[in-house]
């Protein structure tokens, strides 16, 4: 059995570090009310946070309902395990349900549609907690980060991974020299999961571990995008950033637009200039390697974009946060718009029997005059979200504010409905003991009906 899964641990006081952190999520759990915002927890892979939010479901005596990046996680597949699991009580005896959901930064591309905003949904009608869990907490959007309350974990010290992996050898039975372990945590770089690994890779076949037995087992070091952009901007050595360039995933045009999209932190209109001239010239070496499919030009390219904006910036550093490219945000925006206008005519459509190429084609445009004069009078006939009522007015905010209040309204006279229904009737009021019964169905009655009234029988 994966060392990993034996020795997770399944109380919050077996968790390694991050005390605060553990701590914080008991006081949360402790005295849980649906007024509470859902957890997130955020920091590097292998810092224990779906580790601490398992063991806090066991001291609770909660039941856990998962979702991670591997299931499909679009908002009909999120309403219906999520969605279902957060408004229905548990049926094992547990107290409550926990909704955890996985890498909840990965949301994203067509698998992931619509998962997001249905996730805030979710949130906002929930009867049990719920904690999501990511890696990267500024790739989450704003409502999301408004949603949720954070909770980080930081990188584990060399120092406390080293007692854990101490008791792992004595609990298998395995002698290992002090400086094996050591050599083991800082490895690691803070992430006990690969500690672990690497500790039941070198002791495979053996009962005793020294410190030349885990040379070879070492974490992967291999270089990010953003050390990779930071390095370039520091004025690191040409002959590092080269290295650096082949051990990061993203190729070489992924990489360009992730340092135009950071050019803006030039220190002078000089410098962006002979940065933008290098990424120019780079991206020809690219525009080459596409069309001729001679990849061996994706090293010229990568020599004069990363060699040109290291002189250009002078070692100057970056003072702000590595951003991704603006295009992909850009691009991201379009692809959206694109795909909410397509469900909107295809909305309207079925609504209206006209084929969705007339309406788009020859109606569209006077559609939009109509919602623009009376929005929430259209929000209410076509039933439009923020995102297709934004199609015709062009106004986010104002859209975002008209569905809001429909909403209210909707909620309003739905309270005011059904207090009528459960009120007494004054007929029902006013009838006492002694009041006539209406007259019983006679056969009379039956052959004879009122003018206009039809019978079975």
Not at 226 to 246: N, Y
Not at 280 to 302: F, K, M, V
Not at 355 to 365: G, Q, S, V
Request: glycine letters at 8%.
């Amino acid at each position: 059995m994966d060392w990993t899964e034996k020795y997770r641990p399944q109380h919050l006081q077996d968790v390694v570090g991050n005390s605060g952190a553990v701590r914080q999520m008991y006081e949360w759990a402790q005295d849980w009310s649906r007024q509470k915002k859902p957890l997130i927890l955020y920091g590097k892979p292998g810092t224990g946070k779906t580790s601490s939010a398992h063991a806090l479901a066991n001291d609770m005596n909660w039941e856990v309902v998962e979702l991670n990046a591997s299931d499909q996680r679009t908002k009909a597949a999120l309403e219906r395990v999520a969605g279902s699991g957060s408004t229905t009580a548990s049926l094992s005896g547990a107290s409550r349900k926990l909704i955890l959901l996985d890498e909840a930064d990965n949301l994203h591309g067509q698998a992931d549609r619509g998962g997001a905003k249905a996730i805030v949904e979710i949130i906002a009608e929930s009867r049990q907690p719920i904690i999501l869990i990511a890696n990267d907490y500024y790739s989450l959007t704003k409502e999301l980060k408004t949603a949720t309350e954070p909770v980080q974990f930081r990188a584990l010290q060399a120092r406390s991974i080293v007692p854990r992996l101490r008791q792992i050898c004595a609990a298998e039975g395995v002698a290992c020299d002090p400086a094996a372990l050591e050599g083991i945590a800082d490895a690691a770089g803070g992430d006990m999961r690969a500690a672990v690994n690497m500790l039941y890779a070198a002791a495979i076949g053996r009962d005793r571990l020294v410190a030349g037995d885990v040379q070879t087992s070492s974490k992967d070091e291999r270089s990010t995008i953003f050390e990779l952009v930071g390095g370039v901007f520091k004025g690191r050595r040409d002959a590092e950033l080269l290295r650096m360039a082949v051990e990061v995933e993203d190729t070489p045009d992924a990489v360009e637009q992730w340092l135009e999209g950071n050019l803006d932190q030039m220190p002078d209109l000089a410098s962006k200039a002979q940065g933008y001239a290098c990424l120019s010239r780079a991206d020809e070496y690219i525009g080459r390697t596409y069309r001729r499919q001679y990849y061996t030009l994706w090293r010229y390219a990568s020599a004069v974009m990363l060699l040109g904006v290291a002189d250009a910036a002078g070692g100057a550093g970056i003072h702000g946060r590595i951003m991704p490219p603006s295009r992909w945000q850009k691009m991201g925006a379009s692809k959206k718009q694109k795909m909410v206008r397509a469900g909107l005519t295809r909305k309207l459509s079925e609504m209206t029997h006209i084929p969705e190429d007339a309406l788009r084609e020859d109606f569209f445009t006077a559609i939009g005059i109509l919602v623009e004069q009376d929005p929430a009078g259209y929000v209410r006939e076509f039933g439009l979200d923020a995102d297709e009522l934004n199609l015709f007015i062009h106004d986010k905010t104002r859209a975002a504010k008209v569905v809001k209040d429909v909403a209210k309204e909707e909620k309003a006279k739905e309270k005011k409905t059904s207090g009528k229904e459960k009120a007494p009737t004054k007929e029902k009021k006013g009838r006492k003991a002694g009041d006539e019964e209406p007259p019983a169905d006679t056969k009379e009655t039956r052959e004879n009906p009122p003018p206009g009234q039809a019978t079975l029988f």
